[in-house]
């Protein structure tokens, strides 16, 4: 038997500032990331800001590099400068394209994130922007119509602009308040409509003022505000699941898997140690409690003790997530030296690599998919995975993406190996992303993952025209036949 189980989902997942635009309509407020610059591979993003003797700085803020914010910088729009979250490809006024879209692939479940300042505009009002509430429960509306169920990522890298600057995000305890009613609102507007929660997204590689609305960008900041976002998901999930009768939590993380670059023993304990920077977030996370290398991972990031209070360990015992989740792009190869953050690694001769330079490497999923499974034995699900490339459209928008279609092969085979041979309990799938959107590590549209292409240049330029590319009818086929047909 080749096909995957009847119950699986199959689906695709996006980001509000990648996806929606629409930043100062419905009583939206601003996020940090609105202040944030297009870029490419070679010209990192970055915020722009200006300084109290008006000098103008550009911190660079993309994924790879987070630098930090002086005290008296305030975010400023510059009139030269081009901002891909203001529209990204507009989701917000062609929602019910893109799902019926969706829906023609056969798509169970779509996950997507909801924008923080659409449901508060500063995180701190005491009651929630009704117009926020209304957009979304149209979206829910429109999924339900094609049976499709919702995942909810409640923060995706994002942090209303007002709770950076006025408590230095994640810093503060007081966004833990301010995150914990903005999900309550969530899960009494929603909870009727959505059963899946992902209470952070890439919560192991986010940090500086973009995602976490930190200024500074050292170890000790980031394992923070890290802290403060283990405990705002703990309690959310409990109220969650208080709310919501069957509700089912998971958090999401970036898991490249990771290869020692050769079996010389320091690579190997390097390699050891490297990997616990990822399983730092998941067993505090799934398991409920930091556990003993901990001090060993705060060390490589230059302090020795974070002050846990034994409040905070019980709520973190408490609100352990039901599943995990997880993005899988690429593998990277680590050795003794390396830096502890090393996005890229060390090359892998073994392995081809993507226009981004990100190595391609199927195996690496079911190697992934088996590892987590193996050490936290709940649920996993694959909330993203995708190719970024350059894609040639004809004069009607058509694209013939066999390289997207072949990688997305490949993947599904591990996939089903990991279900079927390796007994791995996946019970899902989510492709990053459907319908083309603007890209997070650069701010560009060229990188483009989606099923379907937008007519849309990295300048926002563009009729915004949704054309389904080759790889729509194939997935629809891999669909319709439980990915017996690869
Ligand atoms: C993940 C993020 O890191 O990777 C997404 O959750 C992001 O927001 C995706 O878009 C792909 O990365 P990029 O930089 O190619 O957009």
Redesign the pocket.
Known sequence: MSKFPKDFLWGGAT?DF?YEGGFKEGGRGLLSHDYETDGSLENPRHHTMKRSDGSIIKPRSS?FYADEVPEDAEPVFLDDAYYPSHKAVDFYHHYKEDIKLMAGMGFTVYRFSICWSRIYPTGEEEMPNQEGLDFYKDVFEELKKYNIEPMVTIC??EMPMVLALKYDGWASRKVIDAYVKYAKTLFEAFGSYCKYWLTF??IN?VRGFGPCGTRKSDGYTRYLADHHMFVASALATKLGHEMVPGSKFGA?Y?MSELYPATCKPEDMFHHLEARRENWYFIDTMARGYYHNYAKSVWSHHGFDELDISEEDKKILFEGQLDFVSF?Y?RSNTTQAGDPWFNVGGSPNPYLENTP?GWPIDALGLRYCLNEIYDRIQKPVFVV?N?M?AIDEADENGYVEDDYRIDYLREHFKAMRDAILIDGVDCFGYTM??PID??????GEMK?R?GFVYVDMDDKGQGTLKRTPKKSYNWMKEVISTQGENL
């Open positions: 980001a990648q994924f995706h890298d997204n890439e590689a999401m970036a993005s792009y981004w993203e995708g970024g990053w992303a959107l603007v890209s997070l590590s650069t990188k993952y």
